[in-house]
Every structure is written in C-alpha cells, then in structure tokens.
C-alpha cells in the first residue's frame, strides 16, 4: 500500500512540475501572441488547403458533390463554426475551369506559412542546438502541407465508401464496422499529431512521448470545442459587430483558442520528455532544503560510511555528483583536499574535459547520499537552462580561489621551514 502511495504522490509531483513549467515555458515563448500569429497564418493557409484538397477529392471520387458534403460535415463535427459555406465556394469555382499544375503549386505554396509558423513555434519550445538549412525546413514545410491534405482525403474516401457500403450490410455487420469507424474517427486526430511532430518537431523525442503529447495536444482541442460552443451560447451577440462577417470572425476566434491548445499541448509534450531535466536543474537553482525529495529520490544513490565512490585515475568519468545528505571527503594522493557537504557537487571537472579522474572520492563518516548527474543530462541542463552555467562558474571560482590559497599556505610553510 505504501509503495502504491509513493508512486502516486511522485507522479503527483512530476506532473505538478511539468505543468508549471509548461505554463512558464509558455509565457516564454509568448504563447498568445504565437498563437494569434498561427491564427492569422492558418486563415491564410485555409482557403487554398480547402481548394486543394476539393480539387483532389473531386478528382478521385466520382461523386464530388457527395465528396464534397461528407468534407464539410468532418469540418463541421471538428470545430463548432461551420465551414458549408466556404466549401460551397469552392467547389463552385473548382468546376469552372480545369486547374494546372502551375496554380496547384501556387495554391501549395500559398499553405507552407503556416507549416512554417508551426515549425517555429516548436523551435521556440524545444530550443533545438543546430539551426536547420533554409531549404531544409522548406522541404519541411511543403511534406507538411502534403500529409495534411493526404490525411483529409484518406479521411473522405474512407467516409465515403463506408456511407456508401453500410446500408448493404448485415446489422450485425453494419454495426461492427460502424464501431470500428468511430474508433478511427477518435485515433484520426491523435495520429495526424503524431504526424505532423514527427515531420516539424526540430528534436528526436522517443516514440512513446511523441504519442503522449499527440493523445494530450488532441484531447486539448477537443474540448475546446464545447468550451467555444458553451461561449457563443451564453454570448449570442459575440461578433454582432461585424455583420455579414461574424462567421469569419467566430472562425478566426475558434483557430486562436485552438492553437492555444495546440501550443501549450506541445510545451507539455516538451516537458515531458525532458523531466529529467527539469527535475535535476533545480539542483543548480534552488538551494538543498527546498527541492522536493519525492522527485529527486529516484536519482539518488546511498553511500555507506567510508565507502569509495570514484578513485584516482579512474578513466570513466562519465557523471558528476551532487551531494544530497551526507559529506564527501575528496583526497589526493592519500591526503585530504577537501569535504563537500550538501548542496555542494563534485566531480564535473573530469567529466567536462573527458580526462581521468585526479582525486579519490569516499563517502564521510555517516555515509553520504549522492545525486548521479551524467554527461548527458548535464549537458542538456546548462543548454536549457543558462543560470545553472553562472551558477557552475561560481562554485569552480570558489574551488580554484581555495585551491590558490591552500598552495600558498603550502608554500609560505615549506619556506619557513
């Protein structure tokens, strides 16, 4: 029972902190301006996705018309503002003339803003180390827009040829596949996250994180849709001022909020796969007493009364320590140098310049517990957070600031004697 209670209050307080800097990391990034920025760029990019995505339907399935209105009721089941009659424009002027391939390329072209305003945004968020090519992240951009429409037709189609086989059907039958299409519907939406993250996201995320964040960024927008619905109910008049026009608006309004969920969907799915991160860099920002030992007891380790942790020469100095209770007694050729208590680490040196270690590290008297940081984590922890560098820079001041002093002492000694 107690073990049950420790798991549950741990991944309490692992998602208490990634919630709170999900939220901080949004405010960083300027969440709601970004997202007023992909507004505007998603208005942009609607028209021509909508034409381009009704001139492949229509020319895919015979039954345009039919096409045509099972798109708009996916549009409509998806958001609470209709789109029929942006739809109905478009259809109208798709079969009027026969389209090229120049105006297709323009029309594709004329989507990549936001597939670029996307890709921006979750550079902001995940902060990547490289910039990425120009001509690269065009690429990018364009088979973003493609899976895009690739998705919406399938989607289509696939409606289609079930409206159209289901009355044929044996009930029985006819009510397992209208199960199955249902349970498509609800994994579309995560999948075309999925997607689109693994195309724009600028880092390498496990797999596993990748579908967390895309079920999560999903579930955030679906419930948007009630809350924007719950909105326009209780305030009928919003948007009364612009007449003819408050359906562009309540549509522009509906994509703000959406990529608000979006956004912060993302920086939660960001969080996530860099808890360890977050969790070990408040060890270089906060002082011992007030970092929470339920998240920081899974990196430990216990060290008993004079028990050797490292010794000198040792070549695989692949981690630093951060000593959580406890001392350390570090000694240099069968001499004590120094004892590092808690709130204090050791051992970065070797493991930044990949060289052996040059001190013997043992655990004091009354043991010492110890936070394993390795190379990798360290490096991830000064790249995300730029105070815990001043704050190291400090504390190899101070270490070289004593270790002259000692030498002098040494030296002064050695020359009275």
Same mark, same amino acid.
């Given at each position: 029972m107690?073990?049950?209670? *420790?798991?549950?209050?741990?991944?309490?307080? @692992?998602?208490?902190? /990634?919630?709170?800097? *999900?939220?901080?990391?949004?405010? !960083?990034?300027?969440?709601?301006?970004?997202?007023?920025?992909?507004?505007?760029?998603?208005? #942009? %990019?609607?028209?021509?996705? #909508?034409?381009? =995505? /009704?001139?492949?339907? @229509?020319? $895919?399935?015979r039954s345009s018309e039919t096409?045509? =209105? #099972?798109?708009?009721?996916?549009?409509?089941?998806?958001?609470?503002? %209709?789109?029929?009659? $942006?739809?109905?424009?478009?259809?109208?002027? %798709?079969? !009027?003339? @026969?389209?090229?391939?120049?105006?297709?390329? $323009?029309?594709?072209? %004329?989507?990549?803003?936001?597939?670029?305003?996307?890709?921006?945004?979750?550079?902001?968020i995940f902060r990547p180390r490289k910039t990425m090519a120009f001509l690269r992240g065009l690429m990018l951009d364009v088979s973003a827009v493609m899976v895009l429409l690739a998705l919406l037709g399938t989607g289509v189609i696939f409606r289609l040829a079930f409206v159209s086989v289901l009355p044929s059907l044996p009930s029985g039958v006819a009510f397992a596949m209208s199960s199955i299409y249902r349970a498509s519907a609800v994994v579309g939406l995560p999948l075309g996250f999925l997607i689109v993250y693994r195309i724009l996201v600028p880092v390498r995320l496990k797999l596993r994180n990748m579908i967390s964040g895309s079920v999560l960024t999903s579930c955030m927008l679906w419930a948007m849709g009630p809350l924007f619905s719950w909105i326009l109910r209780y305030n009928p008049n919003l948007g009364v001022v612009f007449g003819s026009l408050k359906t562009i608006f309540l549509l522009f309004v509906w994509v703000y909020y959406s990529a608000i969920a979006i956004l912060f969907g993302t920086e939660i799915m960001a969080n996530i796969s860099r808890r360890d991160v977050l969790?070990?860099?408040?060890?270089? *920002?906060?002082? &011992?007493? !007030?970092?929470?030992?339920?998240?920081?007891?899974?990196? &430990?380790?216990?060290?008993?009364?004079? =028990?050797? /942790?490292?010794?000198?020469?040792?070549?695989d100095a692949d981690a630093m320590y951060y000593v959580m209770d406890g001392q350390v007694i570090l000694s240099r050729n069968g001499l004590n140098i120094a004892t590092i208590s808690g709130g204090e680490y050791f051992g970065e040196m070797a493991m930044l310049l990949d060289a052996v270690r040059t001190t013997s590290a043992t655990a004091g008297s009354d043991g010492a517990t110890l936070v394993v940081i390795s190379k990798t984590s360290f490096e991830a922890i000064l790249h995300e957070n730029p105070s815990a560098v001043l704050a190291l820079l400090k504390k190899m001041a101070e270490r070289l600031q004593k270790v002259e002093t000692l030498s002098r002492t040494t030296s002064n000694t050695t020359h009275q004697v």
């Open positions: 107690n073990g049950y209670k *420790s798991k549950f209050t741990r991944l309490s307080a @692992t998602c208490g902190l /990634i919630f709170r800097e *999900s939220a901080a990391g949004f405010m !960083r990034i300027n969440g709601f301006d970004r997202a007023a920025a992909l507004a505007f760029y998603a208005f #942009l %990019s609607l028209i021509p996705l #909508l034409f381009l =995505e /009704i001139l492949v339907v @229509t020319h $895919i399935v096409a045509v =209105e #099972l798109l708009g009721s996916m549009t409509d089941n998806a958001t609470p503002v %209709s789109f029929q009659f $942006i739809l109905r424009e478009l259809f109208a002027l %798709s079969v !009027r003339r @026969t389209w090229g391939l120049l105006t297709l390329a $323009i029309l594709l072209w %004329s989507a990549t803003p936001l597939a670029s305003g996307i890709r921006n945004a979750f550079n902001a969790v070990l860099g408040k060890l270089f *920002s906060l002082p &011992t007493n !007030r970092i929470p030992r339920v998240l920081i007891e899974r990196y &430990t380790e216990r060290y008993e009364p004079c =028990e050797r /942790i490292f010794s000198e020469g040792d070549r």
